[in-house]
């Protein structure tokens, strides 16, 4: 199982920005993908943002042009940062990592987009 351990949460008024950390204890170019998810009160847990072993990037619609996802090897990193926050990006966030037929999650980090 790979350990998944996410930082960078918290409260952030509208307009403003964050950037979620996950720390994998697997070499994350072993991992077939690995992102981050979110679920909002009331909603479907949604994929927000993942990126592939050969680097592909898929984004959700409302994340593109306003967040980014990046990795670093040799820190066993994932990262999203988050611009231009509004409420609607309220929710906890998951890191998520996919191999073979296995898929492990973070505990989450809460998000809230606030005045």
């Known amino acids: 199982q790979v350990q998944l351990v996410e930082s960078g949460g918290g409260l952030v008024q509208p307009g403003g920005s964050l950037k979620l950390s996950c720390r994998s204890s697997?070499?994350?170019?072993?991992?077939?993908?690995v992102g981050w998810y979110r679920k909002a009160p009331g909603k479907e847990r949604e994929l927000v943002a993942d990126?592939?072993?050969?680097?592909?990037?898929q984004y959700t619609d409302s994340a593109k042009g306003r967040f980014t996802i990046s990795r670093d090897g040799a820190k066993k990193e994932v990262y999203l940062q988050m611009n231009s926050l509004n409420p609607e990006d309220t929710a906890v966030y998951y890191c998520?990592?996919?191999?073979?037929?296995?898929?492990?999650w973070g505990q989450g980090t809460q998000v809230t987009v606030s005045s």
């Open positions: 998520h990592a996919n191999i073979l037929s296995r898929h492990d």
């Open positions: 697997e070499n994350i170019f072993f991992l077939n993908t």
């Open positions: 990126i592939n072993v050969g680097g592909k990037i």
